[in-house]
């Protein structure tokens, strides 16, 4: 495989939605989440009202990456090989010693299935985007609470969450106003959301002007993606797209077949009967990659047509794209942006007149690293008697290597980019840094780091 990636060699891209085109005003929006939760919880589940106050400090706590192990209620920060570099039993941090007498220094019992990217499971849950983190600082204080009354052994609570997602986030949920989510975002959605930059507007014509087939692929369901996207595309975004999915249900598009997930027409966003085939383009739910790869083949005249997928959810997006239907991804990271960036000593990359925008200086950062957890990219090994700080590289971190293709904090990074610039790529043969543009995090490249 190439060293280098280029958009001219796809014939066709695919976009995820929720924090990849649409982003968020994400204090606002992770204020709305919680609460969403929140109230649902102490109203309908009895929980203590003490979880409805939330004060500015206790979102330090959210950081991308965590694994909370539901039956003891701790949070965990893992290392490349399954150890553990930081935890915490509620909200309130675990010292060395209780790391180690918990755990020791033996990969986490439940890495292994962990490690294949199943992110859900009776056993733990993984934190890899913005949507779930208000819920991880939910999950903490709810330990915090119970704790308070008598320490628990095991925790129970974990069903009672499922059961606020699902009231709030159902398919029904935006149609019916039920919860607290989908009314507020409706009622002022300019609260919650960020008009997409004319860069990116611009950008995708002029792929679609070239004769790339652009793709839509979102979780969310038809009635909410058409707010999102009247609101920061304008009301003619569907002109932008060839195929646009919803209620994709990712992971399962990339991995379940035609028969466990049919694609679906929509009529007034109610989902008609499963189709045998995709045969052209237009607005679809649910659905997999294997009919709509067969509907690419059509659609572009290649027996093998190269797929480019970007997404911000490694478990969702990335991995899935990747392991099951060997797409190219592009990993949108906003913790690139800002105090972790620096500009390498040198890199494999184009001419000085075609870099983009990003390249030249640092932008503000608009998310802070955690206190509490430390870099989402590296941490110190726990216990190891050495004069020395020795960092490595995260669970999270050895993700982004194995299964993006590029990564990038936005896609304001690479739009006023000529199609045909040459992005190097992470690969088995090139240093871990390599596919981090416009440049790799400062983390990565400090003195002491073990890969």
């Known amino acids: 495989m190439t060293r280098?990636?280029?958009l001219a060699?796809?014939?066709?891209?695919?976009?995820?939605?929720?924090?990849?085109?649409?982003?968020?005003?994400?204090?606002?929006?992770?204020?709305?989440?919680?609460?969403?939760?929140?109230?649902?919880?102490?109203?309908?589940?009895?929980?203590?009202?003490?979880?409805?106050?939330?004060?500015?400090?206790?979102?330090?706590?959210?950081?991308?990456?965590?694994?909370?192990?539901?039956?003891?209620?701790?949070?965990?920060?893992?290392?490349?090989d399954g150890t553990i570099l930081r935890a915490s039993?509620?909200?309130?941090?675990?010292t060395l010693e209780e790391i180690l007498e918990t755990y020791s220094r033996r990969e986490w019992k439940h890495f292994k299935t962990f490690s294949g990217m199943v992110s859900r499971s009776a056993k733990y849950y993984c934190y890899d985007n913005y949507f779930e983190l208000p819920g991880a600082l939910?999950?903490?204080?709810?330990?915090d609470c119970l704790d308070k009354h008598d320490r628990q052994t095991k925790y129970n609570f974990w069903k009672d969450v499922i059961a606020a997602i699902q009231h709030n986030y159902k398919t029904s949920a935006f149609k019916e106003n039920c919860?607290?989510?989908?009314?507020?975002?409706?009622?002022?959605?300019?609260?919650?959301?960020?008009?997409?930059?004319?860069?990116?507007?611009?950008?995708?014509?002029?792929?679609?002007?070239?004769?790339?087939?652009?793709?839509?692929?979102?979780?969310?369901?038809?009635?909410?993606?058409?707010?999102?996207?009247?609101?920061?595309?304008?009301?003619?975004?569907?002109?932008?797209?060839?195929?646009v999915i919803t209620n994709a249900l990712k992971p399962g598009f990339f991995s379940q077949t035609p028969n466990q997930r049919p694609f679906r027409t929509l009529e007034n966003d109610e989902e008609q009967e499963a189709l045998p085939s995709l045969d052209k383009p237009g607005w679809y739910s649910q659905g997999?990659?294997?009919?709509?790869?067969?509907?690419?083949?059509?659609?572009?005249?290649?027996?093998?047509?190269?797929?480019?997928?970007?997404?911000?959810?490694?478990?969702?997006d990335i991995f899935p794209a990747r392991h099951y239907s060997n797409w190219e991804t592009v990993f949108i990271l906003e913790e690139l942006s800002g105090d972790e960036v620096m500009i390498p000593v040198e890199t494999e990359s184009e001419p000085l007149e075609k870099k983009g925008k990003?390249?030249?200086?640092?932008?503000?950062?608009?998310?802070?690293?955690?206190?509490q957890w430390g870099s989402f990219f590296v941490d110190s090994i726990s216990g190891l008697e050495s004069a020395e700080e020795t960092l490595t590289n995260t669970w999270a971190c050895k993700c982004i290597s194995a299964y993006s293709t590029i990564a990038i904090p936005r896609l304001e990074a690479i739009s006023d980019l000529p199609l045909d610039y040459k992005f190097t790529r992470f690969s088995s043969n090139s240093l871990e840094t390599a596919g981090y543009y416009p440049k790799p995090p400062r983390a990565l490249l400090s003195n002491g780091f073990v890969f």
Not at 40 to 54: I, M, P, R
Not at 89 to 94: L, R, V, W
């Open 179 to 243: 919860g607290t989510y989908f009314p507020e975002v409706k009622n002022d959605p300019a609260k919650y959301l960020q008009s997409c930059p004319e860069s990116i507007k611009k950008w995708l014509r002029q792929m679609k002007n070239a004769g790339k087939v652009l793709l839509l692929i979102t979780s969310s369901h038809s009635d909410y993606c058409r707010l999102l996207c009247e609101q920061i595309l304008g009301n003619d975004f569907a002109e932008l797209f060839d195929i």
């Open 138 to 143: 939910l999950c903490a204080r709810i330990v």
């Open 9 to 80: 060699e796809c014939d066709a891209l695919g976009f995820d939605l929720d924090h990849t085109l649409c982003r968020y005003n994400l204090p606002e929006t992770a204020r709305l989440i919680y609460d969403s939760f929140a109230r649902y919880l102490v109203t309908e589940k009895g929980y203590d009202k003490e979880l409805l106050t939330v004060t500015p400090e206790s979102w330090d706590f959210c950081c991308k990456g965590l694994a909370l192990d539901l039956e003891d209620g701790n949070f965990l920060k893992l290392a490349g």
């Open 288 to 316: 997999n990659t294997t009919h709509l790869y067969e509907l690419l083949k059509k659609m572009t005249g290649k027996p093998e047509p190269k797929v480019v997928y970007f997404g911000d959810s490694m478990h969702s």
């Open 4 to 6: 280098l990636f280029s």
């Open 89 to 94: 039993h509620g909200t309130k941090s675990m």
């Open 358 to 371: 990003y390249e030249g200086h640092h932008p503000k950062a608009p998310y802070s690293v955690s206190k």
